[in-house]
């Protein structure tokens, strides 16, 4: 049976550098049209709901503002992470 050989990434992975912040910013996303429906932070939803549609101090709203953080923290931090990797000249 042949042996699998074992790469190691060098640097941060773009993917789960996405997945993360992705789930860190679609959480925050939520939390805030949550504490909108309770009077905190109403202005900073209604401003975000400009640039996200749909986003508003609702459940619908909080639903459609976790997936649109999601994705849109993915793609910030995946962009990021792997410029990083290759602009990295120190591998």
Do not use: C, H, Q
């Amino acid at each position: 049976m042949a042996k699998k050989e074992i790469v190691k990434a060098k640097g941060p992975l773009p993917v789960r550098a996405g997945v993360a912040f992705g789930i860190l910013w679609g959480a925050v996303m939520a939390l805030m049209a949550l504490f909108a429906m309770i009077g905190y932070g109403a202005e900073w939803v209604s401003d975000w709901g400009m640039l996200y549609i749909g986003y508003s101090a609702s459940v619908v709203g909080t639903v459609l503002g976790a997936v649109y953080g999601f994705f849109d923290g993915f793609i910030g931090a995946f962009i990021v992470v792997w410029l990083y990797n290759k602009l990295n000249i120190n591998k």
